[in-house]
């Protein structure tokens, strides 16, 4: 097997190639270029790195949520084009399990959180790899009430904790810590691996879709409009 995997779910664009079970190569973007400009190069990056071709891959991965609409859309859209045009299948990665990936402390529950904004996260919780609750996208203080009874203490990760330190640290106190900023993000060999091992779940171009935990942004505001005119 050798997977391509993408993820634009977050602010950190990433691309990763696995060959057979090892990490060829990995990088993450963290800039002001926007996800749509720094993908396509980045794959093509890796395919010079690790002197492969296009027509060499046997599997492409993307996160198809829960994240910025924008972005999820932006790697899914690029997965489902070479997907079509090489004629391999893809495979799908929950973000959050992706990002939780790996941290298998027996003692803590690994708690992934991305910033869903207007004061909400998107959140799930896993102890020693196994998912504890179904995502979620709720204010901050609702997750944490549902997660509270798992256990007693909590490793928070992603790229909510930067917003929802202090909140967090004001509610849980000890029974919260949080993952060192060099691991505290989503990294796309973890998308690569997790697909890896789901490899029975690839589907084709056309059954690939994004998994949003919400409306749009643009639909809630027309709904709140079409609320306040009814």
Partial sequence: MILLAMDTSGPVAGV???E???VRYEAVAL???THSESIMPMVEEALLRTNLTKEQLTH???TVGPGSFTGVRIGVTAVKAMSHALGIPCIGVDALEATAF????RDEIVCPIQDARVQQVYGAAFRAGYRLMDDCAARLEEYLKMIAPLGERF???GDGVIPCREQIMAVMGERARFAAAHSAYLRPAAVACVAARDAEKAVDYLTLQPMYLRAPQAERERARREGKNG
């Fill in 102 to 105: 790996g941290i298998e402390n």
């Fill in 20 to 22: 057979d079970g090892r």
């Fill in 31 to 33: 800039n002001k270029m």
């Fill in 60 to 62: 492409l991965a993307v």
């Fill in 16 to 18: 990763a190639l696995l």
């Fill in 155 to 157: 490793l928070f990760t």
